[in-house]
């Protein structure tokens, strides 16, 4: 068995532990009762000279690390205001000669507070990165005489004197120093307790290492201290890259947070319980909803809605209102409390009902989208070390768990399959995929549908290899998360011309179109056999049906039309491959005319017969 304490550290790092309950709940069904939560991060930017060196300083186009470093923050600013406007962005610098501040710490300077995005902030940081740059010595400043304790004191003290409630909090340090205060092991130790204090309180601090050219960045030499305790067991940084690259993103989608929907047990048997939290990992994303204005003063308008009595318009308040069902021709009404009862079927939570193999879970058994569930220690303490125990013997054995679910109070129970998942990382040590459960709604046997199908007239067997191998030309690596909504992208992208007051709106790349040169390229002589083995000749799909007298309607036309056609047919040959069933009644009775066969009729079926007879097939 994994110690609970190793096991507790190496799980936290999907990141449920520190986040509450989820405010943005998908389930109609369930009503939420946490309070309403903003996320803070602020940007703690290294201002030292080393941070503004390029590799080329004649080269305007390259960008120094403290430039990258804007770039990231901006784009985070324009992605919160679309995902997840009430959260708070701030932006700090350390390093400078000029100070602004509450405490009046030297040499940190509040770049921007601790306030929600706004276009104002976006173009107040774009004029920074593109025009500032030159005059940053002169506004700015750069002094090594800093303290990093009183940098992080600063970032404190923001999230404490916030007038909005701030639920998780993090600090983004930006540096490509990897031993700050070397001569001074007074100001490494009063950083290293205030990284401490951090964490008591609930602050992340994370490092975003930038390494200098043909240098390498060395976290043992200081930042390992700041950044771990000696009881933390994981202790090695990500790549930076990967980070960066994410920062750097464009990411114009609602964001939802990784929060709980509802924190419930997991019965295993008779006194044997685990707390879990159960995730949203997919979720349909929408345009925000309408905002109703008044028409002269612009204010947002309030909705009231009140029920009145048909007869004599006396306003109805709650308790006069009562629930029927018509059965029978008869109008029957409950009491609330009756109706409570009806749909009361339990406690909440998942209940073991024992296990299946993971093969017997087929695919169209999905009725709505999965869920996902992680340990919960705040709920019933040693949950991680039950759970962990519980996803790696059902992953060594291949086995799915059955329960069931009722998922709150006065709801109905659902069969759930709950199919194990392994934690991966990738290249850069990122995690990729968290560990725990997917919760899979199982059908009920009222939700089976039995549909009859027509008879169809069965592909051949040289059909079916030409689409086989058609199938197989055009396979590619799908993901979801490479295709983005194209309609909810133009959307965002001119509401933010809108604000920023661009002069036209970025462009659109609408990645659902398919990339027809590319499957040409590798799939177009495999398409023409299919098409040539399944299709009539000539057939064009998509294309329009010719009307009755129009301009190809000429006897004439027609006539010289099939004789063409039957010339440059080897008949002989079609006939051996079995395709003259895919030739018009025209081109076999021109055929037959050619080749002076006798047909006992003039129907389609005949005329194959007499040819297939004539050429011995």
């Given amino acids: ?47 030292s000279k080393s941070m503004f060196d390029k590799d080329d300083e004649d080269n305007e186009e390259e960008e120094s690390h403290f430039q990258l470093c804007l770039r990231c923050a901006q784009t985070t600013l324009q992605n919160k ?74 970032c404190q003290n923001m999230f404490a004197n916030s007038s909005q409630k701030v ?71 990500a790549n930076p890259a990967e980070r960066l690259e994410e920062l750097l993103t464009r990411v114009r989608s609602k964001d939802h947070k990784k929060r709980a929907l509802r924190r419930i047990p997991l019965t295993l048997g008779p006194g044997l319980e685990l707390g879990v939290g159960v995730y949203t990992l997919v979720r349909p994303c929408y345009k925000p909803t309408a905002v109703k204005l008044s028409r002269n003063t612009n204010e947002e308008l309030k909705t009231h809605s009140k029920t009145y009595l048909r007869e004599t318009g006396e306003v109805l308040m709650p308790q006069d209102l009562k629930k029927a069902q018509t059965y029978g021709g008869k109008r029957i009404s409950f009491e609330n409390d009756e109706i409570n009862q009806i749909k009361n079927f339990g406690e909440t939570g998942f209940k073991l009902m024992g296990f299946k193999p993971s093969s017997l879970l087929k695919k169209y058994y999905h009725v709505k989208p999965a869920q996902f569930i992680y340990p919960d220690e705040t709920t019933i303490t040693g949950s991680t070390t039950l759970f962990t125990a519980l996803l790696k013997k059902s992953l060594e054995r291949d086995v799915t768990a059955i329960c069931k679910y009722i998922s709150g109070k006065n709801f109905p129970p659902r069969f759930v399959a709950l199919v194990p998942q392994e934690e991966e990382f990738d290249k850069q040590n990122v995690q990729i995929s968290p560990p725990g459960f997917h919760v899979i709604y199982l059908p009920f046997a009222d939700d089976f549908r039995k549909v009859k199908f027509e008879e169809q007239p069965k592909a051949g067997s040289e059909q079916v290899e030409k689409a086989k191998e058609m199938i197989k030309k055009m396979k590619f690596t799908f993901n979801s998360e490479n295709f983005e909504n194209p309609s909810l992208q133009k959307y965002w992208r001119n509401i933010e011309a809108l604000a920023l007051d661009r002069t036209a709106p970025e462009e659109v790349e609408d990645f659902t179109l398919p990339d027809d040169e590319r499957m040409l390229k590798r799939a177009g002589e495999a398409i023409d056999n299919f098409k040539d083995m399944v299709f009539p000749s000539g057939y064009e799909p998509g294309a329009k049906k010719r009307k009755a007298g129009g301009a190809t309607g000429n006897a004439a036309a027609k006539k010289a039309k099939t004789a063409d056609a039957s010339a440059s047919i080897d008949v002989k040959k079609e006939a051996e491959e079995g395709r003259l069933g895919k030739l018009t009644v025209a081109v076999l009775k021109e055929i037959v005319k050619k080749e002076k066969i006798t047909a006992s009729g003039t129907k389609k079926a005949d005329l194959i017969d007499a040819i297939n007879d004539h050429f011995g097939v």
């Avoid at 936290?12 to 986040?19: H, S, T, V």
């Avoid at 997840?84 to 000669?97: A, N, P, Q, R």
């Avoid at 601790?114 to 400043?141: C, V, W």
Wanted: proline residues 3%.
């Fill in 1 to 47: 068995m994994i110690p609970q304490v190793g096991v507790k550290k190496e799980m936290a790092d999907f990141g449920f532990a520190n986040f509450g309950d989820d405010d943005d709940n998908e389930e109609e069904e369930f009503t939420f009762q946490g309070v309403t939560q903003r996320d803070g991060l602020i940007f703690l930017i290294d201002c």
């Fill in 81 to 154: 205001i679309i995902s997840s406007d009430k959260d708070l962005v701030g932006i700090v610098f350390y390093g400078t000669e000029k100070s602004q501040n509450p405490s009046d710490f030297k040499h940190v300077y509040v770049y921007q507070g601790l306030e929600q995005p706004g276009a104002e902030r976006i173009l107040e940081l774009e004029n920074l990165i593109d025009d500032g740059m030159k005059s940053f010595e002169k506004d700015f400043g750069h002094n090594t005489a800093y303290s990093l304790n009183d940098a992080l004191w600063t």
């Fill in 167 to 237: 639920g998780f909090k993090r600090i983004m340090l930006f540096t490509n120093n990897d031993n700050p205060h070397a001569g001074a092991p007074q100001l490494q130790r009063q950083a290293k307790t205030k990284a401490g204090d951090l964490k008591e309180t609930g602050i992340e601090l994370e490092l975003m290492h930038l390494q200098k050219p043909n240098e390498s960045f060395e976290v043992d030499k200081f930042y390992k201290d700041l950044l771990y305790s000696a009881d933390d067991d994981f202790t090695e940084l």
